[in-house]
């Protein structure tokens, strides 16, 4: 851990004008916390602003909100906090606005994290960011249903609907206290976990049965190129999620997926079990992220990006 809530508080009773900023392609986890933080700082008094470089994915939209995302127009602000970024390129475009502020601060909870901020509340152990802000904001006094659902929707995706091995005790004891604001968990779960669109089942059905195994099935990859968004229309922002259906498999230790961005450039996401590193082999890239679940960009041609991760894959097995 680096930091501490004290700090935090700190740093927020010091100011009143306040950008929070959400990392590129953002996930429920960084958009949760970061939503739910801008509530409390709103309720006590602040001037807030959200900033992304992306917009918020469509299924995000529920989230109440979600529509206060922007790009930075003003070109500084007295204080900045990153919420969920690892590293400060993770900002994307909007790491020169966030710069440019007087104080800067960061909340993450990537074990990966790069110290880029003089304040930090960091803790590599909690299964979401929003772990961490529930602290913050339980400190401020703040909580209501409607943080409470938000932060309940962040903790739901990070965690894999509590079902990864970040989980912890006091995930579980945060995840009851926000459920005892009356929050429609259940309802939460299904827009984070299983509502889906025919465009994206078409995506899924396409891509999966083009799964590749390696290594005596303990190897799988899926690739997504421009090829398959165009014939189902659909976009980068609805691969979310489709990963897990290889690391599901039992024979399957590590799994990848390689969505095409641009003529050669793709996302890689990375999910493993135990004892494989994700993060470790996501650095190989100069990427980052979790013990079981990590990311970066590659460039390069398909086959070749296949043959380095299949590698990487097969020397830590």
Partial sequence: MTGNVGEILDFL???QDIALFCHT?????ALGSTLALALALEKAGKQVSLYCDCAVPKKYTFLKGSEKFSFPTKTAHEAAISVDCSSLDRLGKCTKCFLASRKRAAIDHHASFERFTDTCFVDGKASACAELVFEVIKEMDMLDAEIAAL???????DSGCFAFSSVTVNTHIIASELMSYGIDAADIIYKVYKSTDIDRFRLKSRILQKAQFFEDNSVAAIVFEAEDFAATGTSLEQTEGMINELIDIDSVKVAYALSEVAPR???LSIRTKSPINAAEIA???GGGGHVNAAGCRVNGFKEDILEKIVKLARDRL
């Fill in 13 to 15: 009773s010091k100011a």
């Fill in 151 to 157: 932060l309940f929707g962040a903790i739901v995706t």
């Fill in 283 to 285: 650095n190989c890239f």
């Fill in 25 to 29: 392609n953002p996930d429920g986890d």
């Fill in 265 to 267: 450039n793709f996302k």
